[in-house]
């Protein structure tokens, strides 16, 4: 299984302001994505990163808030941008092979003020 | 997109005694279900899996049943323990590892 690592693992932010959060995986993955959980909430996916290419967002997620680069098979940056208190929550990437399993990072805990 | 419904949302069990966790998914196309376990304040942690070509795995006290027809799945934990307490999560996927969760369950063992 693949061991999946991310930092920072808490951060409490001023709005406007931006977080770029980063997620190492310990072995070559074909899938990494990000997802956000609100506290007591189920696993929102926010967008595939796609290595060397644009990320591929879900419905109600954009490029311009939430930037994401993936330059090798191994690592990814999910960036929260002009960060609003409605930003707050866990922010968790992951990673798996095709058709294989999903294995989780620790999650990032931001907190907006 | 898919849609996966799980219930219930919060489950409460005597120790020793079994659990049942149910959800449904809309896409026919989605071929894999995994089920995740989260405790309070840690990542999600894969449980126990299964694809659209079986109809049932165990693993020890832990079991997952899938029913194509019928477009659901479920999860049985047999002799509870107050460690299995946690928030549960079913997802579907269609092999592409996009996966939709469920909503969660949140089930407590009382001792």
Redesign the interface.
């Known amino acids: 299984s693949a061991v999946i690592s991310q930092k920072p693992s808490r951060d409490i932010c001023q709005r406007g302001t931006s977080l770029t959060i980063q997620c190492q995986v310990d072995s070559q993955v074909?899938?990494m994505?990000w997802y956000r959980q609100q506290p007591g909430?189920?696993?929102?996916?926010i967008a595939?990163a796609n290595q060397g290419s644009e990320a591929t967002y879900e419905s109600g997620f954009v490029i311009d808030k939430f930037p994401i680069s993936r330059p090798n098979l191994t690592f990814s940056t999910l960036t929260v941008s002009n960060m609003s208190p409605e930003d707050s929550s866990i922010y968790?990437c992951s990673g798996?092979t095709?058709?294989?399993?999903?294995?989780?990072?620790?999650?990032t805990r931001l907190l907006v003020l | 997109g898919e849609n996966v419904e799980q219930h219930p949302s919060t489950l409460s069990v005597q120790e020793g005694d079994s659990a049942v966790i149910k959800c449904t998914y809309s896409d026919s196309a989605s071929n894999?279900f995994?089920w995740?376990k989260q405790e309070l304040g840690?990542?999600?942690?894969?449980i126990i899996?299964i694809r659209s070509n079986v109809g049932e795995k165990k693993d020890q006290r832990i079991a997952v049943t899938l029913n194509k027809t019928a477009k659901h799945f479920s999860l049985h934990i047999t002799e509870t323990q107050p460690e299995d307490s946690a928030v549960y999560?079913c997802a579907a996927s269609m092999?592409?590892?996009?996966?939709?969760?469920?909503?969660?369950t949140r089930l407590t063992v009382k001792p």
């Open positions: 074909t899938m994505f909430q189920s696993l929102t996916l595939t968790l798996g095709f058709q294989e399993t999903q294995y989780f990072g620790p999650g | 894999y995994p995740y840690k990542r999600p942690q894969l899996d999560f092999g592409n590892n996009d996966m939709r969760f469920g909503a969660g």
